[in-house]
Protein backbone atom coordinates (compact mmCIF):
# COMPACT_ATOMS: atom_id res chain seq x y z
CA UNK A 1 0.00 0.00 0.00
CA UNK A 2 2.56 1.99 1.05
CA UNK A 3 5.17 1.12 -1.68
CA UNK A 4 2.17 1.83 -4.16
CA UNK A 5 1.87 5.45 -2.86
CA UNK A 6 5.91 6.19 -3.32
CA UNK A 7 5.83 4.47 -6.78
CA UNK A 8 2.66 7.30 -7.50
CA UNK A 9 4.64 10.21 -6.06
CA UNK A 10 7.72 8.91 -8.56
CA UNK A 11 5.28 9.13 -11.86
CA UNK A 12 3.51 12.48 -10.75
CA UNK A 13 6.92 14.06 -9.74
CA UNK A 14 9.00 13.47 -12.71
CA UNK A 15 11.22 11.08 -10.82
CA UNK A 16 12.58 7.77 -12.17
CA UNK A 17 13.76 6.28 -8.99
CA UNK A 18 13.98 6.74 -5.35
CA UNK A 19 17.07 5.98 -3.37
CA UNK A 20 15.52 5.54 0.40
CA UNK A 21 18.50 5.67 3.25
CA UNK A 22 16.62 5.84 6.81
CA UNK A 23 16.48 2.36 8.71
CA UNK A 24 12.87 3.95 10.13
CA UNK A 25 11.93 4.74 6.22
CA UNK A 26 12.70 1.43 4.79
CA UNK A 27 10.70 -0.22 7.63
CA UNK A 28 7.74 1.86 7.12
CA UNK A 29 8.02 0.61 3.47
CA UNK A 30 8.76 -2.90 3.46
CA UNK A 31 8.27 -4.41 6.98
CA UNK A 32 11.73 -4.97 7.65
CA UNK A 33 13.75 -3.22 10.47
CA UNK A 34 16.94 -3.32 10.86
CA UNK A 35 20.60 -1.72 11.97
CA UNK A 36 23.33 -1.28 9.05
CA UNK A 37 25.67 0.30 11.50
CA UNK A 38 28.26 1.87 9.26
CA UNK A 39 26.86 -0.70 5.90
CA UNK A 40 24.84 0.04 3.49
CA UNK A 41 21.26 -0.50 4.24
CA UNK A 42 18.91 0.66 1.19
CA UNK A 43 15.75 0.70 -0.96
CA UNK A 44 15.64 1.35 -4.13
CA UNK A 45 12.23 1.59 -5.52
CA UNK A 46 11.41 2.80 -9.51
CA UNK A 47 8.24 4.60 -10.95
CA UNK A 48 7.41 1.40 -12.86
CA UNK A 49 9.53 -1.61 -11.88
CA UNK A 50 8.98 -3.44 -8.54
CA UNK A 51 11.73 -1.98 -5.92
CA UNK A 52 14.19 -4.35 -4.31
CA UNK A 53 16.22 -3.67 -0.59
CA UNK A 54 20.16 -3.82 -0.47
CA UNK A 55 21.56 -5.11 2.72
CA UNK A 56 24.87 -6.05 4.01
CA UNK A 57 25.26 -9.96 3.22
CA UNK A 58 25.30 -11.03 6.81
CA UNK A 59 21.66 -9.77 6.80
CA UNK A 60 20.04 -10.84 3.81
CA UNK A 61 18.35 -14.12 4.85
CA UNK A 62 17.24 -12.40 7.41
CA UNK A 63 15.79 -9.65 5.43
CA UNK A 64 14.18 -12.73 3.38
CA UNK A 65 12.81 -14.19 5.90
CA UNK A 66 10.91 -10.57 7.18
CA UNK A 67 7.51 -9.18 6.14
CA UNK A 68 9.16 -8.27 3.01
CA UNK A 69 8.31 -10.40 0.03
CA UNK A 70 10.53 -8.59 -2.92
CA UNK A 71 13.72 -8.90 -3.92
CA UNK A 72 16.66 -8.52 -1.38
CA UNK A 73 20.53 -8.34 -2.83
CA UNK A 74 23.41 -8.15 -0.52
CA UNK A 75 27.24 -7.76 -0.69
CA UNK A 76 30.21 -8.52 0.90
CA UNK A 77 32.62 -6.31 2.85
CA UNK A 78 34.98 -6.69 0.52
CA UNK A 79 33.02 -5.64 -2.06
CA UNK A 80 31.88 -2.08 -3.92
CA UNK A 81 28.29 -1.54 -2.82
CA UNK A 82 27.48 1.50 -4.57
CA UNK A 83 29.27 -0.41 -7.89
CA UNK A 84 26.37 -3.59 -6.97
CA UNK A 85 23.46 -1.71 -6.63
CA UNK A 86 24.31 0.51 -9.86
CA UNK A 87 24.53 -3.16 -11.46
CA UNK A 88 20.89 -4.62 -9.99
CA UNK A 89 19.35 -0.78 -11.22
CA UNK A 90 20.78 -0.67 -14.74
CA UNK A 91 19.48 -4.51 -15.38
CA UNK A 92 16.43 -3.59 -14.22
CA UNK A 93 15.41 -0.46 -15.92
CA UNK A 94 17.39 1.95 -18.37
CA UNK A 95 15.16 4.64 -16.88
CA UNK A 96 17.58 6.29 -13.93
CA UNK A 97 18.30 9.34 -14.70
CA UNK A 98 16.40 11.42 -12.63
CA UNK A 99 16.41 10.62 -8.58
CA UNK A 100 14.86 11.58 -5.85
CA UNK A 101 16.99 11.15 -2.45
CA UNK A 102 15.90 11.33 1.26
CA UNK A 103 18.07 14.30 1.71
CA UNK A 104 17.33 15.03 5.48
CA UNK A 105 19.05 11.79 5.73
CA UNK A 106 21.69 10.59 2.83
CA UNK A 107 25.44 11.50 4.06
CA UNK A 108 27.51 13.53 1.98
CA UNK A 109 29.66 10.90 1.69
CA UNK A 110 27.43 8.52 0.41
CA UNK A 111 25.92 10.74 -2.17
CA UNK A 112 28.81 11.26 -3.75
CA UNK A 113 30.01 7.74 -4.13
CA UNK A 114 25.95 6.84 -5.67
CA UNK A 115 26.58 9.68 -7.98
CA UNK A 116 29.98 8.41 -9.11
CA UNK A 117 27.98 5.47 -10.29
CA UNK A 118 25.23 7.54 -12.51
CA UNK A 119 27.32 10.98 -13.13
CA UNK A 120 24.87 11.85 -15.67
CA UNK A 121 22.10 11.58 -13.60
CA UNK A 122 19.68 14.44 -12.05
CA UNK A 123 19.98 13.76 -8.47
CA UNK A 124 18.04 16.96 -7.68
CA UNK A 125 14.42 15.60 -6.16
CA UNK A 126 13.91 14.95 -2.62
CA UNK A 127 11.54 12.59 -1.62
CA UNK A 128 11.90 13.89 2.20
CA UNK A 129 8.60 16.17 2.46
CA UNK A 130 6.37 13.25 1.04
CA UNK A 131 7.40 10.46 2.85
CA UNK A 132 6.72 12.86 6.25
CA UNK A 133 3.34 13.49 4.98
CA UNK A 134 2.15 10.21 4.05
CA UNK A 135 3.53 8.79 7.01
CA UNK A 136 1.93 11.80 9.25
CA UNK A 137 -1.80 10.16 8.78
CA UNK A 138 -1.68 6.87 11.43
CA UNK A 139 -3.50 3.37 10.55
CA UNK A 140 -5.83 1.55 13.04
CA UNK A 141 -3.09 -1.15 13.42
CA UNK A 142 -0.43 1.96 13.92
CA UNK A 143 -2.35 3.71 16.59
CA UNK A 144 -2.74 0.49 18.70
CA UNK A 145 1.19 -0.04 18.33
CA UNK A 146 1.22 3.60 19.24
CA UNK A 147 -1.27 2.72 22.43
CA UNK A 148 0.80 -0.12 23.54
CA UNK A 149 3.80 2.02 23.53
CA UNK A 150 1.69 4.12 26.23
CA UNK A 151 1.16 1.52 28.13
CA UNK A 152 4.79 0.56 28.57
CA UNK A 153 5.17 4.13 29.26
CA UNK A 154 2.72 4.75 31.90
CA UNK A 155 4.11 1.54 33.76
CA UNK A 156 8.07 3.08 33.61
CA UNK A 157 6.35 6.54 36.05
CA UNK A 158 5.33 4.00 38.56
CA UNK A 159 9.08 1.96 38.50
CA UNK A 160 10.71 5.67 38.56
CA UNK A 161 8.42 7.35 41.15
CA UNK A 162 8.57 4.06 43.38
CA UNK A 163 12.68 4.22 42.61
CA UNK A 164 13.23 7.75 44.43
CA UNK A 165 14.54 8.11 47.34
CA UNK A 166 17.29 10.36 49.68
CA UNK A 167 20.86 10.18 48.31
CA UNK A 168 19.68 8.01 45.52
CA UNK A 169 21.28 9.77 41.62
CA UNK A 170 19.43 10.80 38.56
CA UNK A 171 21.08 8.00 36.45
CA UNK A 172 20.10 5.55 39.11
CA UNK A 173 16.92 5.99 38.76
CA UNK A 174 16.71 6.07 35.28
CA UNK A 175 18.50 2.33 35.27
CA UNK A 176 15.88 0.89 37.68
CA UNK A 177 13.42 2.09 34.38
CA UNK A 178 15.16 0.52 32.06
CA UNK A 179 15.74 -2.53 33.50
CA UNK A 180 12.57 -3.03 35.24
CA UNK A 181 11.46 -2.32 31.24
CA UNK A 182 13.42 -5.68 30.24
CA UNK A 183 12.55 -7.38 33.06
CA UNK A 184 8.93 -6.90 33.52
CA UNK A 185 7.70 -5.62 30.18
CA UNK A 186 10.40 -7.19 27.41
CA UNK A 187 11.10 -3.71 26.33
CA UNK A 188 14.70 -3.64 24.48
CA UNK A 189 15.03 -0.69 23.48
CA UNK A 190 13.53 2.88 24.37
CA UNK A 191 12.71 5.67 22.16
CA UNK A 192 15.51 7.71 23.47
CA UNK A 193 17.80 8.07 26.86
CA UNK A 194 15.47 8.14 29.70
CA UNK A 195 15.68 11.48 31.53
CA UNK A 196 15.08 11.77 34.95
CA UNK A 197 16.18 15.48 36.57
CA UNK A 198 15.74 16.95 39.73
CA UNK A 199 15.63 20.32 41.02
CA UNK A 200 17.20 22.98 38.92
CA UNK A 201 18.33 20.58 36.73
CA UNK A 202 14.78 19.97 35.76
CA UNK A 203 15.74 24.25 34.44
CA UNK A 204 18.04 22.38 31.31
CA UNK A 205 14.97 20.54 29.27
CA UNK A 206 17.53 18.01 27.76
CA UNK A 207 19.96 17.76 30.26
CA UNK A 208 20.89 14.69 32.14
CA UNK A 209 20.09 12.21 33.99
CA UNK A 210 23.56 12.93 35.67
CA UNK A 211 24.72 11.56 39.31
CA UNK A 212 23.23 14.25 40.97
CA UNK A 213 21.66 13.00 43.86
CA UNK A 214 17.87 13.21 44.83
CA UNK A 215 17.32 15.83 47.58
CA UNK A 216 14.54 16.34 50.10
CA UNK A 217 11.79 18.41 49.31
CA UNK A 218 12.32 19.49 45.32
CA UNK A 219 10.60 18.32 42.02
CA UNK A 220 11.59 15.57 39.76
CA UNK A 221 11.12 15.59 36.02
CA UNK A 222 11.05 12.59 34.12
CA UNK A 223 10.84 11.85 30.33
CA UNK A 224 10.86 8.74 28.97
CA UNK A 225 9.46 6.22 26.36
CA UNK A 226 9.93 2.48 24.52
CA UNK A 227 9.91 1.40 21.27
CA UNK A 228 6.82 -1.06 20.54
CA UNK A 229 7.43 -3.39 17.63
CA UNK A 230 8.96 0.23 15.57
CA UNK A 231 6.62 2.07 17.31
CA UNK A 232 7.44 4.91 19.88
CA UNK A 233 6.61 6.54 22.86
CA UNK A 234 7.07 9.41 24.48
CA UNK A 235 5.80 11.16 27.98
CA UNK A 236 7.01 13.43 30.65
CA UNK A 237 5.57 13.63 34.28
CA UNK A 238 6.76 16.17 37.00
CA UNK A 239 6.78 15.04 40.60
CA UNK A 240 7.34 16.45 44.16
CA UNK A 241 9.36 14.44 46.31
CA UNK A 242 8.76 15.44 49.92
CA UNK A 243 6.53 19.17 49.84
CA UNK A 244 7.60 21.47 47.42
CA UNK A 245 7.61 25.09 47.55
CA UNK A 246 5.12 27.76 46.97
CA UNK A 247 6.71 28.82 43.75
CA UNK A 248 7.17 24.88 43.02
CA UNK A 249 3.24 24.47 43.21
CA UNK A 250 2.30 27.54 41.27
CA UNK A 251 4.10 26.89 37.90
CA UNK A 252 3.32 23.21 38.22
CA UNK A 253 -0.30 23.88 38.40
CA UNK A 254 -0.18 26.55 35.46
CA UNK A 255 1.78 24.09 33.40
CA UNK A 256 -0.75 21.56 34.53
CA UNK A 257 -3.45 23.73 33.34
CA UNK A 258 -2.23 24.50 29.99
CA UNK A 259 -1.64 21.01 29.22
CA UNK A 260 -5.17 20.53 29.91
CA UNK A 261 -6.17 23.22 28.06
CA UNK A 262 -4.50 22.17 25.27
CA UNK A 263 -5.44 18.72 24.85
CA UNK A 264 -9.02 19.72 25.48
CA UNK A 265 -9.06 22.40 22.32
CA UNK A 266 -7.24 19.78 19.79
CA UNK A 267 -10.05 19.41 17.10
CA UNK A 268 -9.71 19.04 13.27
CA UNK A 269 -9.58 21.68 11.58
CA UNK A 270 -7.44 23.80 13.86
CA UNK A 271 -3.90 24.95 13.44
CA UNK A 272 -0.98 23.60 14.66
CA UNK A 273 -0.04 26.98 15.74
CA UNK A 274 -3.59 27.53 17.24
CA UNK A 275 -2.94 24.51 19.66
CA UNK A 276 0.08 26.18 20.29
CA UNK A 277 -1.21 29.44 21.28
CA UNK A 278 -3.79 27.41 23.69
CA UNK A 279 -1.21 26.68 26.03
CA UNK A 280 1.52 29.39 25.52
CA UNK A 281 -1.12 32.61 26.17
CA UNK A 282 -2.35 30.58 29.44
CA UNK A 283 1.87 30.20 30.63
CA UNK A 284 2.21 33.85 29.27
CA UNK A 285 -0.65 35.45 30.90
CA UNK A 286 0.56 33.72 34.06
CA UNK A 287 3.75 35.45 33.92
CA UNK A 288 6.23 32.99 32.84
CA UNK A 289 5.78 33.02 28.82
CA UNK A 290 9.40 33.63 28.68
CA UNK A 291 10.33 30.30 30.44
CA UNK A 292 8.13 27.90 28.14
CA UNK A 293 11.19 28.00 25.33
CA UNK A 294 10.08 25.34 23.51
CA UNK A 295 7.60 24.05 20.57
CA UNK A 296 4.02 23.14 22.26
CA UNK A 297 4.50 19.41 20.35
CA UNK A 298 6.02 16.93 17.75
CA UNK A 299 4.67 14.21 15.63
CA UNK A 300 5.34 10.70 16.74
CA UNK A 301 5.22 7.18 15.48
CA UNK A 302 8.25 5.11 14.02
CA UNK A 303 10.54 7.56 15.58
CA UNK A 304 10.01 9.92 18.39
CA UNK A 305 9.97 12.80 16.76
CA UNK A 306 8.27 13.08 13.23
CA UNK A 307 5.99 15.59 11.17
CA UNK A 308 4.32 18.17 12.28
CA UNK A 309 5.63 20.47 14.63
CA UNK A 310 2.92 22.07 16.57
CA UNK A 311 4.53 24.94 16.88
CA UNK A 312 3.59 29.00 16.33
CA UNK A 313 3.57 29.93 12.61
CA UNK A 314 2.81 26.19 11.31
CA UNK A 315 -0.77 26.74 9.47
CA UNK A 316 -0.78 23.05 8.96
CA UNK A 317 -4.70 21.68 9.45
CA UNK A 318 -5.10 19.35 11.86
CA UNK A 319 -6.88 16.24 10.45
CA UNK A 320 -8.44 12.76 12.08
CA UNK A 321 -5.38 10.25 12.08
CA UNK A 322 -2.48 12.53 13.25
CA UNK A 323 -0.83 11.89 15.97
CA UNK A 324 1.42 14.22 18.09
CA UNK A 325 2.57 15.26 21.69
CA UNK A 326 1.45 18.12 23.99
CA UNK A 327 3.72 19.59 25.99
CA UNK A 328 4.20 23.10 27.65
CA UNK A 329 7.12 23.22 30.01
CA UNK A 330 8.00 26.11 32.40
CA UNK A 331 11.98 26.11 32.97
CA UNK A 332 13.36 28.40 35.47
CA UNK A 333 16.93 28.64 35.76
CA UNK A 334 18.47 27.89 39.17
CA UNK A 335 14.88 27.07 40.38
CA UNK A 336 13.05 24.61 38.80
CA UNK A 337 11.14 22.97 35.87
CA UNK A 338 8.06 21.27 35.18
CA UNK A 339 6.93 19.74 31.88
CA UNK A 340 3.46 17.43 31.38
CA UNK A 341 3.48 15.40 28.67
CA UNK A 342 1.35 13.41 26.35
CA UNK A 343 1.04 11.65 22.96
CA UNK A 344 -1.73 10.94 21.37
CA UNK A 345 -4.29 10.61 17.98
CA UNK A 346 -6.59 13.37 16.70
CA UNK A 347 -10.12 11.96 16.50
CA UNK A 348 -13.15 13.21 15.03
CA UNK A 349 -14.48 14.49 18.81
CA UNK A 350 -10.64 15.67 19.75
CA UNK A 351 -7.82 14.24 21.16
CA UNK A 352 -7.10 10.64 22.76
CA UNK A 353 -3.89 10.58 24.76
CA UNK A 354 -1.50 7.38 24.75
CA UNK A 355 -0.52 7.66 28.35
CA UNK A 356 -2.78 8.17 31.04
CA UNK A 357 -0.65 8.20 34.35
CA UNK A 358 -2.26 11.09 36.29
CA UNK A 359 -1.44 14.79 36.21
CA UNK A 360 -2.43 16.10 39.63
CA UNK A 361 0.81 16.81 41.51
CA UNK A 362 2.18 13.76 43.41
CA UNK A 363 3.47 14.39 46.39
CA UNK A 364 5.85 11.47 47.41
CA UNK A 365 6.98 10.52 50.84
CA UNK A 366 10.83 11.20 52.01
CA UNK A 367 12.69 7.64 52.03
CA UNK A 368 16.18 6.58 53.25
Not at 8 to 24: F, H, K, M, R
Not at 129 to 149: H, V
Not at 234 to 253: H, L, N, W
Not at 255 to 275: F, K, L, N, Y
Request: glycine share 8%; with cysteine; charged share 25%.
Amino acid sequence: MNLTKLQEWLQSSGNDVAYISNPTTIAYFTGYDMEPHERIFALLAFKDKDPFVFVPALNVEEAKNSAWNGDVYGYLDSENPWAIIADKIKSRTNEYHKWALEKNNLSVAHYQLIHEQFSDADFSGDVSNFIAKIRLYKTPDEIKQLQAAGREADFAFEIGFDAIRTGVTERYIAGQIEYQLKLQKGVMHESFETIVQAGANAANPHLGPSMTKIKPNELVLFDLGTMHNGYASDASRTVAYGEPSAKEREIYEIDREAQQAAIDAVRPGMTAAEIDSVARDIITKAGYGEYFIHRLGHGIGKDVHEYPSIVQGNDLIIEEGMCFSIEPGIYIPGVAGVRIEDCGVVTKDGFEPFTHTGKELKVLPLKD
